[in-house]
T-cell receptor, first 113, second 119 residues
Framework: DAKTTQPPSMDCAEGRAANLPCNHS???????VYWYRQIHSQGPQYIIH???NNETNEMASLIITEDRKSSTLILPHATLRDTAVYYC??????????????FGPGTRLSVLP | KAGVTQTPRYLIKTRGQQVTLSCSPI?????VSWYQQTPGQGLQFLFE???????NKGNFPGRFSGRQFSNSRSEMNVSTLELGDSALYLC??????????????????FGPGTRLTVL
């Protein structure tokens, strides 16, 4: 299964763009990159996913490098409510868990006023 | 559409007791997955049900079990509770089950969780 590496924590000033990096150097050609976030003690919230092209929705943008070994989640104008743990997940299509999500420790993003 | 609902939201039990948690998926979703979240171990996959059958299972003891009903609602049961079972139990629903090509892009949507405290 492709594993991901994220920085344990990041700070971002309110109103500025938050750029959250993720490394997934062992990703396979048909595996998607997913991003979720979890605000304290709530269920994880889906943000975005992509395969190889850049993706954008109302919440965020996802930039995947051409070799697909890393990606960046961009929150264009961070607010205090974006303070959360952000998880980057490569969805495996193999293994004992079938095609379920395997969550790592994520990045704790703190948006500062 | 209503989101994933979980009941109860909070629960306090004592060691040795058993507990049943309930999850109602998003309307039309047929797959339900359960996760345990603790400060020490993070988010860990328990099991997944699709079409009333357990399709995947994580590395948890047999005290953890579940089932799914014909309306896709799911329950999980923990017997002989231990202090270490104190956790946030999360349920997630998705449209399709494992083993299909659509699975790769099928998103899981999580409920608010049930906070279980074992005393």
């Amino acid at each position: 299964d492709a594993k991901t590496t994220q920085p344990p924590s990041m700070d971002c000033a309110e109103g500025r763009a938050a750029n959250l990096p993720c490394n997934h150097s062992t990703i396979s050609g048909n595996e998607y990159v997913y991003w979720y976030r979890q605000i304290h003690s709530q269920g994880p919230q889906y943000i975005i996913h992509g395969l190889k092209n850049n993706e954008t929705n109302e919440m965020a943008s996802l930039i995947i490098t051409e070799d697909r070994k890393s990606s960046t989640l961009i929150l264009p104008h961070a607010t205090l409510r974006d303070t959360a743990v952000y998880y980057c997940i490569v969805r495996s299509s193999r293994g004992n868990y079938g095609q379920n999500f395997v969550f790592g420790p994520g990045t704790r993003l703190s948006v500062l006023p | 559409k209503a989101g994933v609902t979980q009941t109860p939201r909070y629960l306090i039990k004592t060691r040795g007791q058993q507990v049943t948690l309930s999850c109602s998926p998003i309307s039309g979703h047929r797959s339900v997955s359960w996760y345990q979240q603790t400060p020490g171990q993070g988010l860990q996959f328990l099991f997944e049900y699709f079409s009333e059958t357990q399709r995947n299972k994580g590395n948890f003891p047999g005290r953890f079990s579940g089932r799914q009903f014909s309306n896709s609602r799911s329950e999980m049961n923990v017997s002989t509770l231990e202090l270490g079972d104190s956790a946030l139990y999360l349920c997630a629903s998705s449209l399709v089950g494992p083993g299909t090509a659509q699975r790769r892009t099928d998103t899981q949507y999580f409920g608010p969780g049930t906070r279980l405290t074992v005393l």
